[in-house]
């Protein structure tokens, strides 16, 4: 029974990466109850409303009068908040939510270990992991001209066939989530490798845990848009 739900799973997420690859927009992913984390704007207002009490705080310090000095430390929270969306902040965000960032020349690549951001041995996301994924995304975001390649990888741990259908449905869960949250179809690619590619010794605890991850991919090359074939 667990056997046909888990098959059952994964041929709806095979189905929708299908779909998302040939730009079918009309298709409503499963994951779509997750709300595009837009927070810009609102750092920028919890930034500014403590800048402006530390102005406020300067100005009755000095010679300067409240009022400008409140204006002024309302901007300098307004820049701090701001400062929270930029790519030092998010890298060291990511990196706080145990998401790793490798920078190699023009490539980049975030390494997501799956025992956190996924439910035990299914392609279902944890939930209470959404910070993670949400900076996940604002990171892609400021590349919006690279193509991204989603590739899931397992331990050792149990047959070819599961191995191998669970690391492309979670391939396939985080290339559905990313899509939801305003990544183009055209962009992302997703494939799962199995136990392929180990960095660890599955031997070891630890080493079988670093091996369960999820790598995000890309680099400075445009995406080019597929062409449609003319008869």
């Known amino acids: 029974m667990l056997r046909e739900q888990f098959a059952q799973g994964i041929t709806i997420m095979s189905l929708a990466a299908w779909l998302l690859t040939g730009c079918n927009y009309h298709y409503e992913p499963p994951y779509n109850d997750f709300k595009p984390y837009n927070r810009s704007i609102k750092d920028a207002t919890t930034g500014g409303i403590p800048g ?21 430390g309302a901007a300098v929270g307004v820049g701090y908040g701001l400062r929270k969306g930029s790519r030092a902040m998010l890298l060291e965000e990511l990196k706080r939510e145990d998401i790793e960032y490798i920078e190699y020349g023009d490539t ?8 956190r951001y996924y439910k035990f041995n299914t392609p279902r996301f944890n939930e209470l992991c959404y910070i993670g994924l949400s900076h996940i995304v604002k990171l892609l975001q400021q590349y919006p001209d690279s193509t991204i390649y989603v590739a899931g990888f397992t331990d050792a741990v149990g047959s070819r066939y599961h191995k191998n259908m ?13 899509w939801a949250n305003g990544i ?16 660890s010794q599955n031997v070891l605890i630890h080493g079988s845990a670093q091996n369960r991850r999820l790598e995000i991919q890309w680099m400075r090359v445009p995406c080019v848009e597929p062409v449609a074939m003319t008869k």
């Open 166 to 178: 669970l690391s492309q449905a979670q391939a396939e869960t985080m290339l559905t989530f990313l």
């Open 108 to 115: 980049k690549t975030l390494v997501v270990p799956t025992d």
């Open 184 to 199: 183009q179809a055209h962009r992302l690619n997703a494939e799962g490798y199995g136990d392929k590619y180990s960095v």
């Open 52 to 72: 402006a009490a530390i102005g406020t705080t300067i100005a009755l310090m000095t010679t300067t009068t409240p009022l400008v000095g409140t204006a002024i």
